[in-house]
């Protein structure tokens, strides 16, 4: 029964010490896996919330970041996003991204708001395998998609220049 109440203890103390170096008569017995910082992200806007998302979430590896928000973040350039593989849902809208050339990597993204930005080549985001949902409305100078492109989407939102599927 002792025994139970030790574990039990040791393991709310591991829990609880997440942060820390846990250390019995002066030897460390835990320390914890430092933060992802392995990415260069040259926007500092789009720095700023990914960092905020690293140390919210205790990412320890690129993969494990899945859902990231930036919205009216003043966020203009993306790349350095593509080394967070893991992301399936990436919400960027009202902000000023010109390119999306860095989202091409991003194969297992599901969900991506543009909207209310001022992307003009959707192209880079045509072959995610995984999209399925897109808003680029608000882009006021986006090459509209032509022929088959995006089919494979269950909701595409388009700006008001584009026809609507």
Known sequence: ???????VTALLL?????SYDLSVND?????????FSEYTIADPAL???VQNEIERLNI????QLRDLNCSDSDVADLSGIEVFT????LILRDNSITSVAPLDKLSLVIELDLRSNQIVDPRPLYDLPALQSLDLRGNGSLTCPGGGA???????????????R
């Open 27 to 35: 030897r460390v017995v835990y320390t914890p896996r430092p933060l």
């Open 60 to 63: 320890t590896h690129a993969s």
């Open 14 to 18: 591991l829990a609880g010490c997440g």
């Open 47 to 49: 720095a700023s919330c």
């Open 1 to 7: 029964m002792i025994q139970r109440i030790l574990t």
């Open 86 to 89: 893991g992301l399936s849902r």
């Open 150 to 164: 995006l089919l494979q989407l269950n909701t595409l939102t388009l700006p008001g220049h584009c026809p609507q």
